[in-house]
C-alpha cells in the first residue's frame, strides 16, 4: 500500500468507489485552466485532478468521506469542461456522480431532506409536479410572496431560492394529443422527451419543437408513460430513484417504435445517453435495453442537422449570440450543430462570445447549492455576452436559459434569451406569413 | 535509510497553522488531511503528503510566510500548477508547500520595449494570450503550456516544442524579483537585455525553488513572424525521420520546431484529439518553419524534398490555423494521452548529441523489449531531447520496479553516448540521485556552496537537485491490486 508518513487517518475502503474512470486520470493538470471553480479559486481541491485524486483517496480508505470530502465534490459544477480538455479521455461525469453517490444530496439536515423529498417524490410523479407548479404559481400571484419577502418570513435559505425562482406561466405542457403528424412527406417517426422543467418552464418551446420537427417531415411522439429524465438525481447522489425514472421513459419509448428518442434540454439528454452507466453492473436487462435506448438518443440540434433542414425558412433579422450548454458541448460533444443551424436562417447574424463553451453558473440546481460561486460565473458570462452586442442569446437548455435571463434582467440589458427551436420556429412562421 | 529518518519534524503543526492563519486569513492555510493529499502528487509519478499549503497573493504575503516558516524551522516547497514531472513541487521531507496559484496577475505589459512583468502563478499560455492580437507572443511554449506556470517554468529553465529556433527560459527572463530564505526581497536583473550585476537571474532560473521564491517575472516579449508554414512528414521509421531532422538542420533554412511522434504515440493521442495522423506510420515528424511570406514557400520546398530523399511517403500541410492547432494539440497532448494506453506512465528527458539519435533510439527500444515493456516515443528531435514514455500499471505487482530499472538502464545509454539527464523538467526529487553520472564531487560542491549563501539551513525546497542519502523509490504512486469486478451499484 501507500508508504506515506503524513498524518492521514484510516478509513475503510469503498471498494464499489474504485470505477475504473478513475485508471485514465495520469495527472497531468491539463484541466487546471478549464476548471470553472478552479479558475475562481486556485486551489487543488476545486480542481476536477484534485478531486479525482481524492475520490481515489476515499475509495482506497486513505481518508474518510467526511464534511470537507463532501464540500470538494459539491463545489464542483459538474460542467464537464475538463472532459474536454483531457488528453487521456477521463470521463469526470462519471466519477464525481459516483462519488455524489456515495454522500448523497448535500447541505444542512434540513436542505438535505428537501432535497431528497423532491428527487424522490415530486420530479418522478408529472402530475405531483404540475400540481406543485400551480400552487407555486398561485403563491406567486396572490401576493403571499410579496408579502412574505417584505416581511422577511422566509428563512435566509428558502429566500434565495425564492429569488432565484422564474414566474410559473399561464401554460403548462400537457398536450391533449399523444402524436403529432407530419407535414409532408413523412422522414421518421419521433419521440419528445418532455422532461421536468422544460415542461413546467418552457411549454413553448416544447411547442416550437414539435412545430417545427412537423416541418421537417417528422411524425411526433409525446408518449404519456414518460417521466423526468433523472439528471438532477443523478447529479445529487440519489441513484435509486434515477433508475426507477430511467425504466419508465426506456419503457415509454421503446415501446413507442419511435426512429429516435428527442430531446431539447442539452442536461436531459446528456443523462439519458448515459443511462447505460447507471444500469453498470446490474440486471442483463436494464443493461440491453439502456442501451438501445440511449442509441435512440438525440439533442433536437444534432437530430436536424443530421435529417437535414428542410425549407423554406423566413428571415430573422437578429444579431444572435450562443452560449454552449456546457452537457451539449462537454456532455455529447455538440458544439458545430447549433451553430450551422443558427447560420441556416436568414438575417442571422451569429457573433462568438469569450468563452461560450464556458458554464453560466446554473449547472442544475448548483446555483441554489452554491449561490456565491454561481453568482461569480454568472456575472463572468453575462460581460462576455453584453461585448457581443447581441440582441438574441440562445442557449438550448433550461437551467442556462433561466440563469442567463437573470443575469441580463439584473444588467438592464435589453437581450432575448431563447431556445435555438424558437428561432427556428419564428424563420418558418415568417416564412409562411411574411 | 528511509525517507522517515529525515523527514523535517515540525515542533507544533498546530501553532504554525495559527500563525499562517493570523497573516493570510484562515481561508488561505490548508491542515485538513483531504486538503492535503490533494497536493501531495505533481505531474509525475511521486507522492508525498506536506505539513501544511498555504496561498499567498502578494509578495508581502510570501515575507510573512517565509518569517514564519523560518521560526518553526519549517521547509518550504513553492508549487506552480503542479504539471512538474520530477516531483520538484511535492514535499519528499514534508513542510510547507506554498501555492503560488493565486498570485496570477499580469502587473505590466510594456510592448514598446518587448516585456510583460507577471506574476509567478500567471499561465504560460496566458501571456501570449495577452499579447497576441498585437502580434506579439510569449516564446518558451512547453507542451503544457496551457496549464503550467511562468513561476514553474523559471524553477525548471523549461523548454519547449519551439526551443529549438528561441532557447529556453532562460533566454527569456529578463528580471526577477524574490523572497530570500530570510524573509529579505531582492530584485534581480531588469528589463534590458544585459544588467550589469552579477548574472543572479541566470542562477535563479532553473534552480528549481531552492534558492528562494520567485514572486514577480519580468518575461521577454517577442514579435511574431509574418507568416507560419506548418507540415507533417509521414515516414516508415524512426531511423528516417531523425536522418531528415539531420538534413533539415543542415540544410540551413532554420526550422523554429521539429519534433517527432512514433506510432504508439498516434495511436494514444489520436482518438483524443483526432488530427488525422496515420495509425500505420513508423514516424511521424511536425515541422515548422517562420519567416516572411514570400521566404516559406522555398523553405517548405527544400523540407518537402529533405523527407522525401528520407523516404516520407507523405508531406502534409496545415492549410488554415484550426489545422494547425490540431497538429500541435496532437503533439501537446500526447503525455497526457497516456492514460488511454495504462494507468500510469514514467518518463525520461534525456538529451543526446543530435548525430546520436537514431542509435539511442535502438538502444530504448532493445531496453523495451528486453524488460518486456511498452514505449511510446516523443521528442524534441530538432534538440536532440529524448522523451520515451513508458505506460505501466502501478497496481500489477513488480511492474513499478521492472519499470524504472528499464528507465534507468535508457538514461544510462543516453549518458553514456555523452548525453545528460534533462532537457527541461528539471531534476527534482526525481533524478538527483543520478547528478553524480554527470558531475564530478567538485562540480556539486561549487553548487552546494552557491546554495548555502542562499540558504544556509537549507529549508527551501530540500532533497532536491543534490543528491540524498534516500531515493525516491519511496514515493513511487503505488495503487492497490486491481478487483476483479467494481461497478457503479450504488
Known amino acids: 500500500?501507500?508508504?506515506?508518513?503524513?498524518?492521514?487517518?484510516?478509513?475503510?475502503?469503498?471498494?464499489?468507489?474504485?470505477?475504473?474512470?478513475?485508471?485514465?486520470?495520469?495527472?497531468?493538470?491539463?484541466?487546471?485552466?478549464?476548471?470553472?471553480?478552479?479558475?475562481?479559486?486556485?486551489?487543488?481541491?476545486?480542481?476536477?485532478?484534485?478531486?479525482?485524486?481524492?475520490?481515489?483517496?476515499?475509495?482506497?480508505?486513505?481518508?474518510?468521506?467526511?464534511?470537507?470530502?463532501?464540500?470538494?465534490?459539491?463545489?464542483?459544477?459538474?460542467?464537464?469542461?475538463?472532459?474536454?480538455?483531457?488528453?487521456?479521455?477521463?470521463?469526470?461525469?462519471?466519477?464525481?456522480?459516483?462519488?455524489?453517490?456515495?454522500?448523497?444530496?448535500?447541505?444542512?439536515?434540513?436542505?438535505?431532506?428537501?432535497?431528497?423529498?423532491?428527487l424522490r417524490h415530486l420530479l418522478p410523479h408529472p402530475g405531483r409536479l404540475r400540481a406543485g407548479a400551480r400552487l407555486l404559481r398561485l403563491y406567486q400571484r396572490s401576493g403571499a410572496g410579496r408579502l412574505a419577502r417584505a416581511l422577511h418570513l422566509l428563512p435566509r435559505r428558502l429566500a434565495a431560492m425564492d429569488a432565484l425562482l422564474p414566474p410559473i406561466p399561464d401554460r403548462l405542457f400537457a398536450p391533449a394529443q399523444e402524436v403529432f403528424p407530419a407535414i409532408g412527406p413523412r422522414r421518421a417517426r419521433v419521440g419528445l422527451l418532455s422532461g421536468c422543467v422544460m415542461s413546467i418552464l418552457f411549454a413553448g418551446v416544447h411547442e416550437a419543437t414539435i412545430r417545427v420537427l412537423q416541418r421537417n417531415g417528422c411524425e411526433v411522439v409525446v408518449p404519456r408513460g414518460q417521466t423526468c429524465c433523472g439528471a438532477l438525481n443523478v447529479h445529487n447522489g440519489e441513484r435509486e430513484a434515477a433508475r426507477a425514472m430511467?425504466?419508465?421513459?426506456?419503457?415509454?419509448?421503446?415501446?413507442?417504435?419511435?426512429?429516435?428518442?428527442?430531446?431539447?434540454?442539452?442536461?436531459?439528454?446528456?443523462?439519458?445517453?448515459?443511462?447505460?452507466?447507471?444500469?453498470?453492473?446490474?440486471?442483463?436487462?436494464?443493461?440491453?435495453?439502456?442501451?438501445?435506448?440511449?442509441?435512440?438518443?438525440r439533442d433536437v440540434t444534432e437530430f436536424l442537422d443530421e435529417l437535414g433542414l428542410r425549407g423554406p425558412l423566413g428571415e430573422v433579422r437578429a444579431r444572435v449570440t450562443y452560449q454552449d450548454p456546457c452537457h451539449l458541448a462537454h456532455g455529447q460533444h455538440i458544439r458545430r450543430q447549433p451553430r450551422e443551424l443558427l447560420r441556416a436562417i436568414p438575417g442571422v447574424e451569429l457573433v462568438e462570445m469569450e468563452g461560450a463553451d464556458r458554464c453560466c453558473g446554473s449547472a442544475g440546481i448548483y446555483n441554489l447549492v452554491q449561490p456565491h460561486y454561481a453568482r461569480q460565473l454568472l456575472e463572468e458570462k453575462v460581460t462576455a455576452v453584453a461585448r457581443t452586442g447581441a440582441a438574441v442569446l440562445v442557449a438550448p437548455n433550461p437551467g442556462c436559459m433561466l440563469q442567463l435571463a437573470a443575469g441580463v434582467r439584473a444588467h438592464g440589458l435589453r437581450m432575448e434569451v431563447c431556445h435555438l427551436v424558437d428561432l427556428l420556429d419564428r424563420a418558418y412562421a415568417a416564412h409562411a406569413a411574411p | 535509510m528511509e525517507l522517515a529518518d529525515v523527514r523535517r519534524h515540525i515542533r507544533d503543526r498546530d501553532a504554525l497553522a495559527r500563525a499562517l492563519r493570523d497573516v493570510l486569513g484562515p481561508g488561505r492555510v490548508f491542515a485538513h488531511p483531504a486538503d492535503l493529499l490533494a497536493y501531495e502528487y505533481d505531474g509525475s509519478v511521486l507522492q508525498a503528503v506536506p505539513d501544511l499549503v498555504v496561498f499567498p497573493q502578494s509578495t508581502?504575503?510570501?515575507?510573512?510566510?517565509?518569517?514564519?516558516?523560518?521560526?518553526?524551522?519549517?521547509?518550504?516547497?513553492?508549487?506552480?500548477?503542479?504539471?512538474?514531472?520530477?516531483?520538484?513541487?511535492?514535499?519528499?521531507?514534508?513542510?510547507?508547500?506554498?501555492?503560488?496559484?493565486?498570485?496570477?496577475?499580469?502587473?505590466?505589459?510594456?510592448?514598446?520595449?518587448?516585456?510583460?512583468?507577471?506574476?509567478?502563478?500567471?499561465?504560460?499560455?496566458?501571456?501570449?494570450?495577452?499579447?497576441?492580437?498585437?502580434?506579439?507572443?510569449?516564446?518558451?511554449?512547453?507542451?503544457?503550456?496551457?496549464?503550467?506556470?511562468?513561476?514553474?517554468?523559471?524553477?525548471?529553465?523549461?523548454?519547449?516544442?519551439?526551443?529549438?529556433?528561441?532557447?529556453?527560459?532562460?533566454?527569456?527572463?529578463?528580471?526577477?524579483?524574490?523572497?530570500?530564505?530570510?524573509?529579505?526581497?531582492?530584485q534581480l536583473g531588469g528589463r534590458g537585455p544585459d544588467d550589469p550585476a552579477l548574472d543572479l537571474v541566470g542562477l535563479v532560473v532553473g534552480s528549481e525553488g531552492t534558492l528562494g521564491i520567485v514572486t514577480k517575472v519580468t518575461v521577454r516579449l517577442m514579435r511574431r513572424r509574418e507568416a507560419v508554414r506548418t507540415m507533417l512528414g509521414i515516414f516508415p521509421s524512426i531511423e528516417d525521420a531523425s536522418q531528415a531532422v539531420a538534413d533539415i538542420i543542415a540544410s540551413g533554412i532554420g526550422p523554429t520546431s521539429l519534433e517527432m511522434l512514433d506510432q504508439l504515440t498516434v495511436e494514444a493521442v489520436e482518438p483524443a484529439v483526432h488530427a488525422g495522423l496515420p495509425p500505420d506510420a513508423g514516424a511521424v515528424l511536425l515541422i515548422e518553419v517562420e519567416g516572411v511570406r514570400e521566404m516559406l514557400d522555398r523553405s517548405a520546398q527544400i523540407v518537402e524534398d529533405l523527407c522525401r530523399r528520407n523516404r516520407a511517403r507523405e508531406i502534409r500541410v496545415a492549410r488554415t490555423e484550426e489545422e494547425r492547432a490540431l497538429y500541435w494539440a496532437a503533439r501537446k497532448g500526447a503525455f497526457g494521452a497516456m492514460g488511454r494506453l495504462a494507468p500510469n506512465y514514467y518518463l525520461h528527458d534525456a538529451v543526446v548529441p543530435r548525430s546520436r539519435l537514431p542509435q539511442i533510439m535502438r538502444q530504448v527500444m532493445e531496453i523495451a523489449d528486453r524488460y518486456g515493456i511498452r514505449v511510446a516515443n516523443v521528442f524534441h528531435a530538432g534538440d536532440g531531447n529524448l522523451h520515451p514514455l513508458i505506460p505501466y500499471d502501478a497496481a500489477t505487482p513488480g511492474e513499478t520496479e521492472r519499470v524504472m530499472r528499464a528507465s534507468e538502464e535508457m538514461l544510462a545509454a543516453c549518458v553514456a553516448v555523452g548525453g545528460t539527464l534533462s532537457g527541461e523538467h528539471g531534476i527534482g526529487f526525481e533524478k538527483n540521485n543520478y547528478m553524480p553520472w554527470i558531475f564530478s564531487e567538485a562540480d556539486l560542491e561549487a553548487q552546494r556552496r552557491l546554495k548555502t549563501a542562499f540558504d544556509p539551513e537549507d529549508r527551501m525546497n530540500p532533497f532536491k537537485v543534490f543528491p540524498t542519502p534516500v531515493s525516491c523509490g519511496e514515493l513511487l504512486t503505488r495503487r492497490p491490486p486491481r478487483l476483479a469486478a467494481s461497478g457503479l451499484w450504488i
Open chain 1, 246 to 297: 430511467a425504466r419508465r421513459n426506456i419503457d415509454a419509448f421503446l415501446g413507442a417504435g419511435v426512429d429516435a428518442v428527442v430531446i431539447n434540454a442539452a442536461g436531459c439528454g446528456a443523462a439519458s445517453k448515459e443511462y447505460p452507466i447507471l444500469f453498470r453492473g446490474g440486471a442483463a436487462r436494464d443493461a440491453e435495453r439502456a442501451a438501445r435506448y440511449a442509441a435512440l438518443c
Open chain 2, 60 to 186: 508581502e504575503d510570501v515575507v510573512a510566510i517565509v518569517r514564519v516558516a523560518s521560526r518553526f524551522g519549517a521547509p518550504l516547497v513553492p508549487r506552480g500548477s503542479g504539471t512538474g514531472l520530477s516531483g520538484g513541487a511535492i514535499a519528499p521531507v514534508g513542510g510547507i508547500v506554498v501555492s503560488m496559484s493565486q498570485m496570477r496577475r499580469i502587473l505590466s505589459i510594456d510592448l514598446e520595449n518587448r516585456c510583460a512583468v507577471v506574476e509567478p502563478g500567471v499561465v504560460n499560455l496566458d501571456v501570449t494570450r495577452a499579447v497576441e492580437r498585437d502580434g506579439y507572443f510569449y516564446a518558451p511554449d512547453p507542451s503544457s503550456q496551457s496549464a503550467c506556470s511562468i513561476g514553474g517554468n523559471v524553477a525548471n529553465n523549461s523548454g519547449g516544442v519551439h526551443t529549438l529556433a528561441y532557447g529556453v527560459t532562460t533566454n527569456h527572463v529578463l528580471g526577477l524579483e524574490m523572497v530570500l530564505p530570510d524573509g529579505t526581497v531582492v
Open chain 1, 1 to 118: 500500500m501507500v508508504t506515506q508518513t503524513g498524518a492521514v487517518p484510516a478509513a475503510a475502503p469503498i471498494p464499489r468507489l474504485l470505477i475504473p474512470e478513475l485508471d485514465k486520470c495520469i495527472q497531468c493538470g491539463f484541466c487546471l485552466p478549464h476548471c470553472p471553480t478552479y479558475r475562481l479559486l486556485g486551489v487543488e481541491t476545486e480542481s476536477p485532478r484534485g478531486r479525482i485524486h481524492l475520490i481515489e483517496a476515499a475509495a482506497q480508505g486513505r481518508i474518510p468521506i467526511d464534511r470537507r470530502f463532501e464540500e470538494h465534490m459539491y463545489v464542483c459544477l459538474g460542467c464537464r469542461a475538463c472532459e474536454t480538455a483531457c488528453p487521456a479521455g477521463v470521463r469526470f461525469g462519471t466519477i464525481i456522480e459516483a462519488a455524489r453517490a456515495e454522500i448523497g444530496p448535500t447541505g444542512s439536515a434540513p436542505a438535505r431532506r428537501m432535497t431528497l423529498l423532491a
